[in-house]
């Protein structure tokens, strides 16, 4: 076995702290990373404290992973001694299925294996970044350009390709009005690709201190959601609309803004269930939807959009030291607009 450090929760009511563990020995078809960032997710607060039910403990956490390749098998094909390399979501699936035959991996049918919280498939706990080192089939390990700042690609691995994904599911691009719900970790991310696609976009927001970010982004128009006047300004225009809230929040405002057969998607996870008036939808055939991450080729057709774009996300660098604060932050929203752990910080 592996010797790894990093921070863990030991149960929903403990705060992160330093936890030493064990990683499987590689094999032949594994890279094993030193770990250079990681990137800070909502979900990973939602899972230290249990809020969905299904947190397992000691719990790692972290799946928006980038490192050097220190170590490769003797089967890699993909990675050598010194490549960047990153780690999403998740670390592999069933490989069977449809969803994964079609490269459509988060979709697996027998359920994608977590890059944390989960259970691999000798039944042992997955751990994720934060912490020093990480061991995963090269299968499902993305190489990274070195033209990017680093920090800034790790929020791609989950951020990134959440909002990448339904962008190009539903063909956004020039010609296309396009509205995104919210500015944090995701939306902001779907502002930026939904502009270097060619669309029109309308950042939606509510508060417009925001708005001078959001043109900087690359909104053409930002809307404030509490007026009800600019609201109805723009009824039945939209060809599509990305939902990045994960707070509660009428959906029905937003379906009125749609054409007809447009889609909004929801990519954020509220903790309350909406109230949908299925007029809203039925009467102009609008649709509306969600969408998870992406799969293992279109995450690296979208790290690759980037490199050749140079984009990446607006972070905040912090040492894992500060992570209670930075999970505090968040919860306020106080972050422009990921946080991302230097993990050179865990040698302190």
């Known amino acids: 076995m592996m010797k790894s ?15 030493k563990f064990e990683r499987r020995d590689p094999g032949p078809n594994d890279v094993v990373i030193d770990i250079q960032f990681c990137g800070v997710c909502h979900s990973d607060l939602h899972q230290i404290r249990n809020e969905w039910d299904d947190s397992l403990y000691p719990m790692v956490p972290g799946h928006e992973i980038v490192g050097r390749v220190v170590s490769v098998g003797s089967a890699v094909t993909k990675f050598k001694v010194g490549d960047t390399a990153g780690v999403g979501v998740f670390v592999d699936s069933c490989r069977v299925c449809p ?119 690359g909104a053409d128009e930002v809307v404030l959601s509490k007026d009800s006047a600019a609201m109805r300004a723009h009824a039945s225009s939209f060809d599509f609309i990305l939902d990045t809230a994960s707070a509660p929040h009428d959906l029905n405002l937003y379906l009125a803004l749609l054409k007809r057969d447009a889609a909004m998607v929801l990519v954020g996870l509220p903790d309350q269930p909406p109230t949908v008036q299925v007029g809203a939808l039925a009467f102009q055939r609008r649709v509306l939807s969600g969408s998870a991450i992406g799969g293992i080729p279109e995450t690296q057709e ?47």
């Open 5 to 19: 450090f990093g921070y863990a929760a030991q149960s929903a009511k403990t705060p992160l702290a330093p936890f």
């Open 99 to 217: 969803s994964c035959k079609a490269g459509e991996q988060q979709y697996c049918d027998l359920g994608m294996i977590p890059t944390y919280n989960g259970r691999d498939k000798n039944g042992d706990l997955t751990f994720g970044g934060y912490a020093n080192n990480i061991v995963v089939d090269e299968a499902y390990t993305y190489p990274i350009s070195p033209k990017l700042n680093l920090a800034g690609v790790a929020p791609l691995l989950c951020a990134g390709i959440t909002t990448y994904s339904p962008l190009r599911h539903w063909k956004v691009g020039k010609g296309k009005k396009v509205g995104i719900v919210g500015l944090g970790g995701l939306g902001h991310m779907g502002l930026k690709f939904a502009h270097s696609f060619g669309a029109h976009v309308v950042q939606f927001t509510t508060s417009l201190s925001k708005k001078e970010d959001a043109l900087r982004l």
């Open 302 to 348: 979208m790290l690759d959009y980037c490199a050749e774009h140079n984009i990446v996300a607006d972070v905040e660098m912090i040492p894992i030291q500060k992570i209670a604060e930075a999970y505090d932050r968040m919860l306020r929203n106080d972050v422009k607009y990921r946080f991302v752990i230097d993990m050179a910080s865990l040698q302190k």
